[in-house]
């Protein structure tokens, strides 16, 4: 079975500053992994995806990610936070491909941008 | 392109009666939608996957009786729920996996916006 780990419901940094979310999978198959943001009220939009292609996944809005298989870990990052980057963001997990099945998804982290 | 609706955005009911909510694929054909809840500061869950002209595949712990999906044609599912309680209240999102070609490969499914329900 698959799943998700994220660490930490809450982060806080300041503008400017490095945005670190960190995600941690279980997969018994090499897994297909995503990063969505979700915004009040919203839906889910997609940042990036990593489908077994190049490690290192740059994504819209400034985020990248990059899949270590020996850590089991697709954590995202941006160099320089941003007011609007304030959300919150789902790591997720397929074992069959984004569209083939379900997405496992992690708890959360709400991200927090101080002025 | 790729973009999932979903109707009503919200819907307030009474204990008891049932809610439709559907879930249309804008610009693109589905071959599987997917819907998930989500409670109040939480993730989502899924709930059921439904293929076009089949039975939806229903997640463990997912009333199948309780939430009906139709999945009618390759732009619109349905999730009904039916004689719904306070405790059904919840964010309910559906997202789409396009049939072959360019978006499908892709490897995405695109989440349509959500629906707020509020059960009194």
């Known amino acids: 079975a698959q799943s998700v780990t994220q660490l930490g419901s809450h982060v806080s940094v300041s503008e400017g500053a490095l945005v670190l979310l960190r995600c941690n999978y279980s997969?018994?198959?090499?897994?297909?992994l995503f990063w969505y943001v979700q915004y009040p009220n919203q839906g889910l939009q997609l940042l990036l995806k990593?489908?077994?292609?190049?490690?290192l996944v740059k994504g819209i809005n400034g985020f990248e990610a990059e899949f270590k298989k020996s850590e089991t870990s697709f954590h995202l990052t941006k160099p320089s936070a941003h007011m609007s980057d304030a959300a919150e963001y789902f790591c997720?997990?397929?074992?069959?491909?984004?569209?083939?099945?379900?997405?496992?998804f992690g708890k959360g982290t709400h991200l927090i941008i101080q002025p | 392109g790729a973009v999932v609706s979903q109707h009503p955005s919200w819907v307030i009911c009474k204990s008891g009666t049932s809610v439709k909510i559907e879930c249309r694929s804008l610009?693109?054909?589905?071959?599987?939608m997917f819907w998930y809840r989500q409670f109040p500061k939480q993730s989502l869950m899924l709930m059921a996957t439904?293929?076009?002209?089949?039975?939806?595949?229903?997640e463990q712990g997912v009333e199948k009786d309780k939430f009906l999906i139709n999945h009618a044609s390759l732009t619109l599912s349905t999730l009904t729920v039916t004689s719904a309680h306070p405790e059904d209240s919840s964010f309910y999102i559906c997202?789409?996996?396009?049939?072959?070609?360019?978006?499908?490969?892709?490897?995405?499914?695109?989440f349509g916006p959500g629906t707020r329900l509020l059960v009194l």
């Open positions: 997202s789409a996996s396009p049939v072959a070609g360019v978006l499908r490969n892709q490897e995405t499914q695109y």
């Open positions: 997969s018994s198959v090499p897994p297909y």
């Open positions: 990593y489908t077994s292609a190049a490690t």
């Open positions: 997720a997990v397929s074992e069959a491909g984004g569209g083939a099945d379900g997405l496992t």
């Open positions: 610009d693109f054909q589905a071959t599987t």
């Open positions: 439904s293929n076009e002209g089949s039975k939806a595949t229903y």
